[in-house]
């Protein structure tokens, strides 16, 4: 799949990475990445390590993604920073070229105590506005099967909503495979008055055992059918990956045909599954 077709779709899409580790990581991730430039991407991020572990390594990777010349957003989280530490690396990214921010709360490093003058990602939002007005385009994250850190669906949405007022431009779902709960979420979410573009995250699957494991650490469900198909193919990694292919191609064409905005793949520095499940939306 080229370019021209991905544009005649007149669909966009959107890719995330993780930093790489080592110089080998690197160079795969590059090789990758043109790979994946194919599909004319609205734009790459990179994620950010917990209190900002990876910030070197992201804004490195960032850095790569706009030679490249590809518009490229950093993840951005706020837990254990300071009003002068963000004003700093705001300025950095601004330097830099950056026009996008992936705007989170962030988790705490392991062992690492309460900390830093921010406690929600409404509060980094609100301060990127007050600070840069509307220099960058703010991309949130949103949970439609509820944040696993939430007292209660109620709450989870009203600190969507308090993330929407604080002048967030889109919001990024957790990946899901149920597309019902996706709808509910964006139904609930506009009642409230929250009508920002709600892109629905996509992971595709090439390895039940590090579905299962991420899916456990975020909170993600796996449909019990999904689930117990995965478990019978066991170390079958062909089948895997093609019934994976089948499940997320069918749930991306689902949401197309529902309306939503784009499409953010999960892309987990892999490209083929990704490409493969354009090829056939495109198709």
């Not at 899409?13 to 194919?38: C, H, I, M, N, W």
């Not at 899901?176 to 409230?192: I, T």
């Not at 055992?209 to 469900?221: P, V």
């Amino acid at each position: 799949m080229n370019a021209a077709k991905a544009q005649a779709t007149g669909f966009p899409v959107s890719l995330e990475f993780f930093p790489p580790k080592t110089p080998a990581g690197a160079d795969k991730l590059r090789a990758e990445r043109q790979q994946l430039y194919a599909l004319n991407p609205e734009f790459c991020s990179v994620t950010y390590g917990a209190g900002g572990s990876t910030q070197e390594g992201t804004f490195s990777t960032v850095r790569e993604i706009l030679a490249e010349g590809v518009p490229a957003a950093s993840h951005f989280s706020c837990i254990g920073a300071t009003r002068e530490s963000v004003r700093a690396q705001l300025a950095e990214l601004k330097a830099m070229g950056v026009k996008r921010l992936v705007a989170l709360r962030g988790d705490l490093p392991s062992g690492y105590g309460a900390g830093g003058e921010f406690q929600y990602a409404s509060d980094l939002v609100a301060f990127i506005r007050a600070e840069t007005g509307r220099d960058f385009h703010i991309e949130v994250a949103a949970y439609p099967e509820v944040h696993p850190q939430a007292r209660s669906p109620e709450a989870d949405l009203r600190a969507y909503l308090a993330k929407v007022q604080a002048g967030a431009d889109v919001a990024i779902t957790q990946y899901f495979y149920n597309a019902d709960s996706y709808f509910r979420f964006v139904d609930d979410a506009q009642a409230l008055g929250a009508s920002i573009p709600v892109v629905p995250g996509i992971m595709p699957i090439t390895s039940s055992t590090q579905l299962m494991r991420f899916s456990d650490a975020c909170g993600a469900e796996i449909p019990r059918w999904i689930r117990l198909r995965l478990q019978a193919f066991g170390d079958d990694t062909a089948s895997i990956k093609a019934f994976g292919l089948d499940v997320v191609t069918d749930l991306c064409d689902r949401l197309r045909s529902a309306g939503v905005p784009a499409l953010h793949f999960y892309t987990m520095n892999q490209s083929a599954a990704t490409l493969e499940i354009c090829r056939r939306l495109v198709l």
